[in-house]
């Protein structure tokens, strides 16, 4: 079991970066891949980045691509994603995901079974 908490959302003017955060409870945040979701008002939730349990390989959606970064820190407990460039298109509720089944989401960009509560992102124009 892992719980998770994010910070770190805002209203920010498009071009404006953000940095948020994904705080894991437990002392087994290294057997989790970890990943962001976002979900934008009347519309699915939507893949946006995921990082391998050791760092070593970052996934990251189309729409986010050369713009958003995820890290993650295992002695910290703690995974991040720092958004720049931001479009109001992105405006969305942001949710923290932990993964402990190995996946590649380059094939397979599925949620793992334990979220965050989420945190709010607005980009005005």
């Known amino acids: 079991q892992v719980q998770l908490v994010e910070s770190g959302g805002g209203l920010v003017q498009a071009g404006g970066s953000l940095r948020l955060s994904c705080a894991a409870s437990g002392r087994t945040f290294s057997r989790y891949a970890m990943g962001w979701f976002r979900q934008a008002p009347g519309k699915e939730r939507e893949f946006v980045a995921a990082i391998s349990r050791d760092g070593g390989t970052t996934y990251y959606a189309d729409s986010v691509k050369g713009r958003f970064t995820i890290s993650r820190g295992n002695a910290r407990n703690t995974v991040y994603l720092q958004m720049n460039s931001l479009k109001p298109e992105d405006t969305a509720v942001y949710y923290c995901?932990?993964?402990?089944?190995?996946?590649?989401?380059?094939?397979?960009?599925?949620?793992?079974?334990?979220w965050g509560q989420g945190t709010q992102v607005t980009v005005s124009s």
């Open positions: 995901n932990a993964e402990p089944r190995p996946r590649d989401y380059s094939d397979d960009p599925q949620p793992g079974n334990y």
